[in-house]
């Protein structure tokens, strides 16, 4: 069987200071940054020491800071060394792509990719769409977004302009925000999977593939089904958390992240986002003809 895995350490410090964001400008004491260095080298160790199935059964690793990542030279290894390991389908991680991106040059093409944010006002637009052209020019799978806030609109339509039909730009709901009818369309016309984040998905008593093919993993090796479920389903190191795996309904009345609701199997995304799942790109032919953002 195939496991996804969405990786969260110790890490909560970035480099950014979003309005929208809890963990703006947040700074890590250096023992906190050795504890998730350590945790996550483990986790790599981890990965790369499990066998391959006969039956064919691969990994996923989806890397889901709460900081931004991929300013530490750790993360970066990590996705560069996983995407060589033949058990692993696909490395992904979750960046506001303010690093530098030459390492990606040693990564695996066919396996590594970003899920990459930009933030208005965090860093100059044309610094950010070239990061976006370097990692073109590497032949890295990537997806761009966008907070979807009133004054991010303008930002929007200049990236969907700029960038590569073939790049997805997903525009994000802001949280707390309400749009109207006339809104939603706006942001629709950017990205036509908009009204999948406009609003929270019912979600209790419905069936979702975390807890079976999908797991959330921290730090310590905690596994649970998802980052917004808090019950444990066991241990990676000590492989308690296998026993677990089974189809379960979700136990929250709603689940309002793309990371969690994309696995929500009353939704049809993974049919959507087949082959992009983890860095949110969707299969071909799925988005309307004349690109992304076309008619």
């Keep these: 069987m195939d496991l996804t895995m969405l990786y969260r350490g110790p890490l ?3 480099d950014y200071d979003c309005p929208y964001c809890p963990f703006a400008k947040r700074r890590d004491s250096r023992e906190t940054l050795r504890a998730d260095r350590a945790a996550l080298e483990r986790f790599c160790g981890w990965v790369a020491d499990q066998p391959a199935s006969p039956s064919g059964g691969r ?20 996705l560069v060394e996983l995407s060589h390991v033949p058990q692993v389908r696909r490395v992904a991680v979750q960046t506001n792509l303010s690093c530098r991106t030459d ?25 950010f769409l070239g990061k976006t052209r370097e990692v073109a020019a590497l032949g890295v799978r990537f997806s761009v977004g966008i907070v979807g806030l009133p004054e991010h609109r303008e930002p929007a339509l200049r990236l969907r302009a700029e960038l590569p039909e073939h790049v997805y730009l997903w525009v ?17 016309a950017i990205d036509p999977l908009f009204a999948y984040s406009r609003h929270p998905h019912p979600s209790a008593g419905l069936p979702c593939r975390t807890g079976e093919s999908v797991v959330s993993v921290d730090g310590d090796g905690t596994v649970r089904r998802c980052h917004f479920v808090p019950a444990p ?9 296998r026993a677990a795996l089974r189809p379960r309904a979700c136990p929250l009345a709603v689940c309002d992240c793309h990371i969690g609701y994309v696995h929500l199997e009353s939704l049809p995304l993974y049919d959507v986002f087949a082959g992009g799942v983890l860095e949110r790109i969707p299969a071909p032919g799925v988005l309307p003809a004349g690109g992304p953002g076309g008619p």
């Design 172 to 188: 994000n709901a802001a949280e707390g925000h309400t749009y109207t009818d006339a809104e939603a369309a706006e942001w629709a």
């Design 59 to 78: 990994l996923s690793v989806l890397f889901t800071p709460w900081g931004e990542g991929l300013v530490r030279s750790w993360y970066r290894r990590a």
């Design 12 to 14: 909560a410090s970035c």
């Design 103 to 127: 390492w990606l040059a040693g990564a695996d093409p066919e396996k590594a990719a970003l899920w990459c944010t930009y933030h208005p006002g965090q860093t100059p637009y044309d610094r």
């Design 233 to 241: 389903l066991g241990n990676l190191y000590d492989g308690s958390y």
